[in-house]
């Protein structure tokens, strides 16, 4: 870990530890896995202009969103089955996140509860809902991070069926070929894990598969509640049942931005979850401008997808994000190395964030805006020499 500078470098290290099915999962798109490229690639495109003469002595990177004030405008996004790369993952992520104070966003899929995360941190712990089939069992996860003191949930509503990731195909991921089973042996840190552990529940839907569940059961109950229609009515739904600070994740249309203020909902997160859903889709940075022009004075609008560097971050802020969320970087670091590897991945996002801040003249998160950024017409004219 000590020679770890990067994300990327963070990612090397993961790689190593994980079997290659645990390792694809992660890093896996859809289809060809274009998206993948889309997403970084829509960041490498931009072009970022220093002021300078600025006294840029005073930088302060804290965010305030939803009214609480954060040390840095990047969070974690929600990631399922992160307790499969390491054991207790989700909590681990939880703690960096609490230690770094920016907000931790539980997966639906995750392998701890709710409740843990109400306990462990509940002034940075969100809570993501995947829509069940059986609507007590939404409706129950509601009412439960409620009671555990959390104050925002993510409605994700990018999951409108399974996609199709190759990898995980060719992996053997619901049920491993013998290949990917040897290759295991050769990651004995994460095996000695699966020996003593063994499979990870999906903690917060144990109790809906009746007492004394195997992981197995739990897990089919989960898939077995994926299969009906979501709807806007669900979104209706959620937002009578939930008080708090209501997001929806997923959104890559301006349409759909203004129809979820118009129910009710505080704010939105632009996404394609990380290109695992929709090939083609196009990356959360180029539909962003559509998106805040539609509603981004009338609410909260986020951005995840590609970002690996602290200036990615500013981009998207200069764009119009309030905030901005990474899945697979923190994921790499607590792999890694635990909660010490999270705090890594965090500590990199905000050095970076803060150089940045330095080289191109903004002191504050509300100094950056349009004004830094060139636009592809102007990139075009330069390209030209017209
Ligand atoms: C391994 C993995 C699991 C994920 N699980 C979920 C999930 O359970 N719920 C969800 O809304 N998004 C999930 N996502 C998507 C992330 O929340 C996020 O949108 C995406 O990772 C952002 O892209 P990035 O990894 O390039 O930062 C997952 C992503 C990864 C890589």
Redesign the pocket.
Known sequence: MKSVVNIDDLRKVAKKRLPKICYD???GGADDELG?IT??QAFRQMRIVPRYLVDVSLRDQSTTLFDRTYSSPIGI??????DLFRRSADLMLAQAARDANVPF?M????SSSIEDLGKLSPDHGWY?L?SANDPSISEDMIKRASDAGLETL?F?V??PGNSNRERNIRNGWQRPTWKSKFEALRHPAWMMEWLQYGTPYFGNWTRYAGPNASAKAVADLLASQFSAPMTWKHVERYRELWKGNLVL??IMHPDDAVRAHSLGVDGV?V??????QLDNAPSPLEVLPTICQAVGDRMTVML?????RGLHALIALCMGAKFV?????T?YGVTAGGVAGAAKALAIFRREIDIGMAQIGANKISDLGPQFLMSSNEQQLYRTGR
């Open positions: 999962y992660i890093e993948l997403n970084e996004a929600p990631t399922g089955l992160a966003i997966s639906g899929a995750s993501q995947y993510v994700t990018d999951v994740k997923g997160m996404s394609n979850h990380g290109a695992r995840d997808g590609g970002i690996r969320f990474q899945g697979r970087p994921l």
